[in-house]
């Protein structure tokens, strides 16, 4: 296993964390055992949630075990809660964690989930769950302080950019590298960057296609993805989350990856074919997730849905994508925005975009393909010829 500086919290991370949110529909010997199996392999970075049902619980009664053998410091055990206006609340979640969790001081906290500085600005006070985090943190009850989010670049960018928190959990992948920026600036302020779900939100990568199986051989899917991200020197941690010991190994293939030697090679072959089959498949049509195009009047998340739409057309991510498409406009957390047709071709986005994408077109036809799985038909030919017209007659 190999081990990354956490950015400025100077834990040295095992590059892959386990995640333990699997924990609540798995039988609890089948959990213990799942922690115990992990820090076997060299797994020194555990993460929960008091969100995450009995899992604290669980994990605590593992840690019980693991360490009549092995030292409290070796291992770094991160735990999240749901920052609030109310103080009282959050003091008392974050005693039911350390009781559940049977510790006596907590290697890191993250805030649960806030997808920008809005949501989260009633807890960021000397009076708020901030000023009780640095109360516990003087206390040395909590070593370190984070944040993980389900947001969006700006959102995101607002959150790093308060410069309150250490670290940041946040989605970001081969298949979605809309946080690019964001993981750019977090590596500025010597954030720790812990990367949240790479597997299952960045392509359902456990069950993958056949025809992103076939782009990514000799890879597996899942473990092309883990190398792309440990190619990046500010990606510290990437997280998986078995139910069982069994499904460990599968997920820890690139634990000694350091991005070099023979394996780099094959990354860089594996690679050249994945994107040469984006291309093939999406010709000028590809959009490259730069999220320029951004802010939209009627709150399209453009990026998000072009990007599931040619995962779908390149690589036969159909149920992926329209499962995530599904969700757009349901009012959850994660999928936030408008779906594609609410599009009204203001052409606000399109003097923006530095591909010169027709922007209206595509998420028409991706609305179409992933609401019902086909394409009836352009949405206006002759509107959407001039928007051709004069995006590429420049
Ligand atoms: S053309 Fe459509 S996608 Fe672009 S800004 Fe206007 S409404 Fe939004
Ligand atoms: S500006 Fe163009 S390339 Fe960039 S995210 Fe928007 S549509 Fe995609």
Redesign the pocket.
């Known amino acids: 296993m190999q081990y990354r500086r956490f950015g400025r919290t100077e834990m040295m991370l095992s590059q892959f964390t386990l995640g333990c949110m699997q924990f609540t529909r798995c039988p609890e010997p089948q959990a213990l055992a799942t922690v115990e199996r992990a820090v076997e392999l060299g797994v020194n970075h555990i993460e929960t949630a008091r969100g995450y049902g009995n899992s604290e619980e669980r994990v605590g009664k593992a840690l019980k075990r693991i360490f009549k053998t092995t030292p409290r410091e070796d291992l770094y055990i991160t735990t999240k809660i749901g920052p609030s206006s109310n103080v009282d609340e959050f003091k008392r979640n974050f005693d039911i964690s350390m009781n559940f969790l049977g510790l006596d001081y907590l290697d890191n906290l993250d805030f649960h989930g806030p997808g920008s500085y809005e949501t989260v600005a009633p807890a960021m006070s000397d009076r708020g769950c901030l000023g009780y985090v640095r109360k516990l943190m003087s206390e040395g009850v909590v070593r370190h302080f984070g944040c993980s989010t389900h947001g969006y670049p700006k959102g995101v960018m607002d959150l790093v950019n308060t410069n309150e928190f250490e670290s940041i959990n946040l989605h970001y992948y081969y298949f979605y590298q809309g946080l690019r920026h964001v993981v750019e600036r977090a590596n500025e302020l010597d954030m720790g960057v812990f990367i949240i779900s790479p597997n299952n939100q960045g392509g359902r990568l456990q069950l993958p296609t056949e025809s992103l199986s076939e782009a990514s051989a000799p890879l597996k899917p899942m473990t092309f993805n883990h190398m792309w991200l440990l190619n990046q020197p500010g990606v510290h941690t990437l997280s998986f989350g078995p139910a069982s010991p069994e499904q460990i190994d599968d997920n820890l293939i690139a634990q000694d990856y350091d991005g070099t030697g023979p394996d780099r090679a094959i990354f860089d072959r594996v690679l050249a074919q994945v994107e040469s089959r984006y291309r093939a498949r999406l010709g000028e049509d590809f959009c490259t997730v730069c999220n320029q ?1 951004l802010p ?3 709150n ?1 998340n ?1 990026p998000g849905l072009l990007n599931w739409r040619q995962m779908h057309k390149a690589f036969d991510m159909t149920e992926y994508a329209q499962g995530r498409y599904a969700k757009v406009g349901s009012g959850g957390a994660w999928i936030l925005g408008a779906k594609g047709d609410r ?8 003097p923006r975009c530095p591909e010169k994408l027709n ?2 077109e595509l ?1 028409w036809q991706g609305h179409q393909e992933l609401e019902t799985g086909e394409i009836s038909g352009p949405a206006w030919d002759h509107e959407g010829d001039l928007l051709k017209k004069d995006l590429r007659s420049d």
């Open positions: 195009c939209c009047p009627e399209i453009i599009c009204t071709k203001c052409g606000d986005c399109l922007i209206p998420l």
